[in-house]
């Protein structure tokens, strides 16, 4: 079974190191522990007023885990606060974590909350009214201009909630060359002015020049409180949309062990994967030459990655994978290359030969280049070859349910086998090519490490310049069909478990790449289980457009196998250091895209 955090060393020192800290911090400054206080009477009242707005502690699985997360905020960071003050505190920070966690249900309208709130109008949900309410009662207790930063400041969170959810928002890779940028939403998402600013109620603190000094330095404090706790609860659940998650990819960014590299020959560049490739590796810094079958392609490319002159993204033709000598001129450069990624893979409709149409392609597409790379470029320290899931499934045993897959898999299939059944062409050539690719680094002893990433199913955004929807790859298509009206009747059985974000992917064959401890290793690429019904009900959630074409909640079939194979990805999570994506945000993600291509 995947896990979303696991306590390594390295934390279980930062977590020793902390409990020391924080003592010493906290007598530094005289802290003085207030009293316990009792939050039954304020429990009460943010309840009561809670159900006067129709916002209800028990409207879904964590509005409990909500509310008491304002009522202690509001009891224990202001305990000396006056009792309708701390209600205030408490209603504030109970609305902001219903905000926060349910945004994409709350949708355009946290869009449009700034435009009503300013013209006095109903918000259209009663979690936003009493919101807007809550910010407009501000005044009652705090200074004027104090309560219009407070105002500011939640209007900016609100905003930033409505950006998160938004697809292009989504797409942002963090980078170097913008390493502040997701600090800068961490401001909009935290809050650290309102829970500065509560502090200073008018009655106690009238006086503005007492206290707003402080302010930047208290925000910054609450901001890196907030950094560990927002860190450890996204994490744990798994999620990765957040300003946090994206702070975490900047540091790992920054200190991750890397090599650095400045030319890199990525094969298949048009293709789903490649493309995915393609730009984290430009976002990255990398100089890339890409292989391609035709100019057209090499043009597509081009246009749908400006700003990227010949110095940083070219192209080498490569018409056909499958000859022999393929790449034998695509890997020699005038600036020597130092890495290889190689997606390209030999595919055709027409098998009717599997030996000849897709074992050979596929074996001698990926020697060829192992070949070409230790004739032709020494430079070469580093290749990674995109194999698959297939090449580690037993299919003979199904579902498999006792077992748990990780990189010591092989699938065990024969050449017989693979002949004789033309199911099992596809996995037996990436199964063979794989274990070609294996033999040859330890038979020739290139001056290269060799790493093989093995995915599963992929979805993910579509990103490819495609002249129509109906150019997608094939996994996308799976999903497209059922927004087309394909499961209306009827849900198919569910034959493909377990998947991949195809961002992750990419993620994978650059972290693969940069580091050197991932050489001569096998990486399992999966963000973990899925089911036809779970594409189903995600597209029903969150695209309500599309209800006409699917299937009623009652139509039974496609859910997950009651017992199924479990799944290791824990080398790619130590090695890589993936952060998974859900499959939830992956069939979001992957339908949005689908309005970016031309129908």
């Keep these: 079974m995947t896990e979303s955090l696991t306590v390594t060393p390295a934390m279980e020192g930062l977590r020793h190191r902390l409990s020391c800290l924080i003592p010493t911090f906290l007598n530094c400054i005289n802290y003085t522990q207030p009293a316990k206080p009792s939050k039954d009477a304020l429990r009460e009242v943010i309840l009561s007023r809670g159900r006067e707005a129709g916002v209800h502690v028990n409207a879904d699985d964590g509005s409990r885990m909500r509310f008491e997360a304002g009522l202690a905020v509001a009891a224990e960071m202001y305990p000396l606060h006056p009792f309708d003050i701390q209600v ?120 503005l020049s007492r206290f707003m000094p402080a302010a930047p330095e208290m925000g910054k404090f609450i901001n890196l409180t907030n950094d560990i706790l927002s860190f450890y609860k996204e994490e744990k659940a798994g999620e990765v949309r957040n300003y946090i998650h994206k702070s975490a990819l900047i540091q790992t960014i920054k200190s991750s062990t890397t090599t650095k590299m400045t030319r890199v020959l990525l094969t298949g560049g048009s293709g789903f994967i490649a493309t995915h490739i393609l730009r984290l590796l430009l976002e990255r810094g990398h100089s890339v030459v890409t292989t391609v079958r035709n100019q057209a392609k090499a043009d597509a490319i081009r246009a749908s990655n400006p700003g990227f002159g010949p110095e940083k993204l070219d192209f080498a033709i490569v018409p056909d994978v499958a000859q022999p000598d393929a790449f034998d001129q695509a890997v020699k450069s005038d600036t020597p290359f130092e890495a290889v990624i190689h997606t390209a893979s030999p595919f055709t409709f027409n098998v009717t030969d599997i030996q000849a149409d897709l074992l ?32 580690m499934m037993d299919v003979s045993k199904g579902l498999w349910p006792e077992h748990t897959y990780d990189e010591k ?37 290139p001056g290269f490490t060799l790493s093989t990433i093995n995915p599963p199913l992929v979805f993910g955004p579509a990103v490819q310049d495609l002249a129509s929807l109906d150019a997608l790859n094939t996994s996308n298509q799976f999903i497209r069909s059922y927004i087309l009206g394909a499961a209306k009747k009827e849900i198919a059985p569910t034959r493909n478990p377990i998947f991949a974000d195809v961002r992750d992917v990419a993620f994978a064959h650059v972290m693969a790449m940069e580091k050197e401890e991932a050489g001569n290793q096998r990486f399992f690429i999966t963000g973990g289980y899925c089911s036809n019904r779970q594409i189903i009900d995600i597209i029903r959630k969150n695209f309500p457009e599309y209800k006409s074409a699917l299937p009623s909640k009652c139509t039974k079939g496609g859910e997950l196998p009651d017992k199924v194979y479990k799944v290791n990805n824990q080398r790619s999570i130590d090695v890589l250091g993936i952060k998974y994506r859900s499959f939830e945000e992956c069939v979001v993600d992957t339908v949005r895209s689908f309005g970016s291509i031309e129908k």
């Design 88 to 207: 205030h505190i408490g209603l504030f920070t109970w609305l902001g974590f219903i905000i926060d966690d349910l945004n994409a249900e709350l949708g355009p309208n946290l869009a449009h909350f700034q435009s009503r709130f300013s013209r006095g109008d109903m918000q259209p949900c009663s979690v936003l009214e009493c919101f807007a309410d809550v910010l407009r009662s501000t005044t009652d207790y705090y200074d004027p201009v104090v309560a219009n930063l407070i105002v500011l400041s939640a209007l900016a969170f609100v905003n930033s909630n409505a950006i998160e959810i938004r697809g292009d928002y989504q797409a942002i890779v963090p980078s170097m060359e913008a390493p502040s940028w997701p600090y800068y939403f961490r401001d909009k998402e935290g809050l650290p002015e309102v829970y500065t600013y509560f502090c200073f109620y008018r009655d106690m603190c009238p006086d």
């Design 360 to 391: 050979d392609p596929a074996i001698n597409g990926t020697t060829g280049i192992l070949r070409a790379i230790k004739n032709g470029a020494p430079s070469v320290k580093r290749v990674v070859v995109t194999s698959s899931f297939g090449s």
């Design 409 to 445: 898999d092989w699938n065990p299939i024969t050449l017989e086998q693979a002949l004789e059944n033309p199911g099992f062409g596809y996995s037996a050539s990436k199964t063979f090519a794989e274990k070609a690719a294996w033999s040859f680094v330890e038979n020739e002893s």
